[in-house]
T-cell receptor, first 113, second 116 residues
Framework: DGGITQSPKYLFRKEGQNVTLSCEQNLNHDAMYWYRQDPGQGLRLIYYSQIVNDFQKGDIAEGYSVSREKKESFPLTVTSAQKNPTAFYLC????????????FGNGTRLTVT | GNSVTQMEGPVTLSEEAFLTINCTYTATGYPSLFWYVQYPGEGLQLLLKATKADDKGSNKGFEATYRKETTSFHLEKGSVQVSDSAVYFCALIPNAGGTSYGKLTFGQGTILTVHP
């Protein structure tokens, strides 16, 4: 079955360390997205990519970085510059056609202490 | 800018009760509207969608009608079950036929708890 795989499900890091969250899709979707979810705040867009080797900042990109070297993969690095990194991170993809809904992975919960 | 406002939660209901979760939006043009559901510890799943005015999206007993005159997309279900307990998100994509596809704007989410 096609889908989006995020790993790991839970991740723990010490403050000051960079950490990379994995996102892989086998849906042959062109566009991929990273969202951050905090209690009571809905989802906020971090970065998105509409095509390989290209990506754009979302609403809260500071302290994060991404790469899109392959169509299937869109890893997110949470750097030490991110002031409040503890959150639930969701990866999503879409075929890219207008109005297409997002398909989501099951998320990674990152805890930084 | 674009925005989505959902009714404040949490919402607590007894099984078989009627559910309404209000959602209103602000957007330029003619957005596509969505309801997503998130079960505990999981990602979001598309519940239903509507792409033009007066469209009704429906799935698993849930319904929502795209009302352009009131800029609303309220979610309803006639008889909820314990298994419907989840967080529900209203969302929009502005100008669905253009280049902003996939950049959803989400409401803050409404927690629904259904008791037996």
């Amino acid at each position: 079955d096609g889908g989006i795989t995020q790993s790991p499900k839970y991740l723990f890091r010490k403050e000051g360390q960079n950490v990379t969250l994995s996102c892989e899709q086998n849906l042959n979707h062109d566009a991929m997205y990273w969202y951050r979810q905090d209690p009571g705040q809905g989802l906020r867009l971090i970065y998105y990519s509409q095509i390989v080797n290209d990506f754009q900042k979302g609403d809260i990109a500071e302290g994060y970085s991404v790469s899109r070297e392959k169509k299937e993969s869109f890893p997110l690095t949470v750097t030490s510059a991110q002031k409040n990194p503890t959150a639930f991170y969701l990866c999503a993809s879409t075929p890219g056609r207008g109005g297409s809904p997002l398909h989501f992975g099951n998320g990674t919960r990152l805890t930084v202490t | 800018g674009n925005s989505v406002t959902q009714m404040e939660g949490p919402v607590t209901l007894s099984e078989e009760a009627f559910l309404t979760i209000n959602c209103t939006y602000t957007a330029t043009g003619y957005p596509s509207l969505f309801w997503y559901v998130q079960y505990p510890g999981e990602g979001l799943q598309l519940l239903l969608k509507a792409t033009k005015a007066d469209d009704k999206g429906s799935n698993k007993g849930f319904e929502a009608t795209y009302r352009k005159e009131t800029t609303s997309f309220h979610l309803e279900k006639g008889s909820v079950q314990v298994s419907d307990s989840a967080v529900y998100f209203c969302a929009l994509i502005p100008n669905a036929g253009g280049t902003s596809y996939g950049k959803l704007t989400f409401g803050q989410g409404t927690i629904l708890t259904v008791h037996p």
